[in-house]
């Protein structure tokens, strides 16, 4: 299967991070992170078992493409009576692509028997997707050394899928519901068109907040507290996808 896939909702979260000092002789550090996806492609493949003449159980892995979409600014505070100067604040934004890898057991019931030519059906059932960014937008782009927090380490440079958080290339791993529908075109009696449509249901994955939560640079001193402030999105995770492809009957 190849196709489209779009995102119901783009805006995903709004942060504020804030350093905060436990000296009033140290500078405060407040970084502002806000984020949205964008639409892509997909592609993937599935195993259908037809149990039953109304039913089949259909086992899939799909791999959608999309993009997201990162905006940050940071401000220093110094300490004491010193005036906010203009390289004390930053701004930049960075665009990478987002990767959602999807293991799919889907519920197929039909509405005409397997010898009709058409065969129409809704769908539904569970799915364990891995969330992930193709890199991490806080490495790449060299804007983003020029953010004043460049020698703390707040903006952290990494790019694995182990525990690493997901600004830095990790994963995160949740499950969702899936549901949808779609029609065969059987052109031969071992050949068979189709045409699928589904969302995933899903929740909304808390990128930039899982990447700061409880980290400190270890640059800073040790009485330095990290507070996360989060903005949390409208609506849940709303994955769509419209795909074309071809089956062989064994």
């Given at each position: 299967h190849?196709g489209?896939?779009?995102f119901r909702h783009?805006a995903l979260?709004?942060?504020?991070?804030l350093?905060?000092p436990?000296?009033?002789t140290?500078?405060?550090?407040?970084?502002?992170l806000?984020d949205?996806?964008?639409d892509?492609?997909?592609a993937g493949?599935s195993v259908?078992?037809?149990?039953?003449k109304w039913?089949?159980?259909?086992?899939?892995?799909?791999?959608?493409?999309?993009?997201?979409?990162?905006?940050a600014?940071?401000?220093?505070?110094?300490?004491?009576d010193?005036?906010?100067?203009?390289s004390?604040?930053?701004?930049?934004?960075?665009?990478?692509?987002?990767?959602?890898?999807?293991f799919?057991?889907?519920?197929?019931?039909?509405?005409?028997?397997p010898?009709s030519?058409?065969?129409?059906?809704v769908?539904?059932?569970?799915?364990l997707?891995?969330i992930?960014?193709?890199?991490?937008?806080?490495?790449?782009p060299?804007s983003y050394?020029?953010?004043?927090?460049k020698?703390?380490g707040?903006?952290?440079?990494?790019?694995?899928f182990g525990n690493t958080p997901?600004l830095?290339g990790?994963?995160?791993?949740?499950?969702?519901l899936?549901y949808?529908a779609?029609?065969?075109?059987?052109v031969?009696?071992?050949?068979?068109?189709r045409m699928?449509?589904?969302?995933?249901?899903s929740r909304?994955?808390?990128?930039?907040?899982d990447?700061y939560?409880?980290?400190?640079?270890d640059?800073?001193p040790?009485?330095?507290?990290v507070l996360v402030?989060?903005g949390?999105p409208?609506?849940?995770?709303?994955q769509?996808?419209?795909t074309m492809?071809?089956?062989?009957?064994f």
């Open positions: 190849g489209y896939t779009r783009e979260e709004a942060d504020i991070v350093l905060v436990g000296k009033d140290d500078p405060l550090y407040i970084a502002g806000f949205e996806v964008g892509g492609w997909t493949f259908t078992v037809n149990t039953w039913v089949s159980n259909e086992f899939s892995y799909f791999r959608q493409q999309g993009k997201y979409r990162l905006g600014f940071a401000i220093t505070i110094p300490a004491g010193t005036p906010i100067s203009d004390d604040f930053n701004q930049a934004t960075a665009t990478v692509g987002l990767t959602t890898r999807q799919e057991y889907n519920s197929l019931v039909h509405f005409r028997p010898s030519r058409w065969r129409p059906y769908a539904a059932g569970p799915v997707q891995l992930a960014l193709s890199d991490a937008p806080l490495k790449r060299s050394y020029t953010l004043g927090l020698n703390l707040l903006f952290k440079a990494a790019f694995d997901p830095d990790g994963g995160i791993f949740q499950p969702g899936q949808g779609g029609i065969k075109y059987r031969t009696p071992r050949f068979t068109m699928d449509w589904r969302e995933t249901w909304n994955p808390r990128i930039i907040r990447s939560e409880g980290f400190l640079p640059t800073l040790d009485d330095y507290e402030l989060n949390p409208d609506s849940m995770f709303f769509q996808r419209a492809g071809f089956a062989f009957t």
